[in-house]
């Protein structure tokens, strides 16, 4: 059985392709198939793909860029969520303004 292979040719004048070119380019060489591997499944894992290239289209695309999207926001709002959650709210005392406010803004009306 003779194993499957894949070329990739980046496309060096855009900046995704250069960096996952240079990426790659750090892997040692008898690494580069198991690196590329994990990688696509954590990919995978992350981000599940729902069309095939050859099914994609630019509404495809906007549908897996507002899934992202929206899983980002989701992850943000956890996120503050558990931040927001530690921190008491103080009520500001609105009748009393400090002597040296006072002071400094009498000197501007001046």
Do not use: G, Y
Request: glycine letters at 0%; charged letters at 30%.
């Amino acid at each position: 059985m003779t194993r499957p292979q894949f070329t990739f040719r980046p496309n060096l004048q855009k900046e995704d392709h250069r960096r996952a070119w240079e990426i790659l380019q750090a892997v040692p060489e008898r690494q580069k198939s198991a690196f590329l591997v994990q990688a696509i499944l954590f990919r995978e894992n992350e981000n599940p793909v729902r069309q095939t290239c050859s099914e994609a289209s630019p509404s495809a695309n906007n549908t897996e860029e507002e899934a992202s999207r929206e899983s980002l926001e989701t992850l943000l709002r956890r996120i503050l969520r558990e931040e927001l959650s530690s921190v008491s709210p103080q009520a500001a005392d609105e009748t009393e303004v400090p002597r040296e406010m006072m002071n400094f803004l009498s000197t501007l009306a001046d």
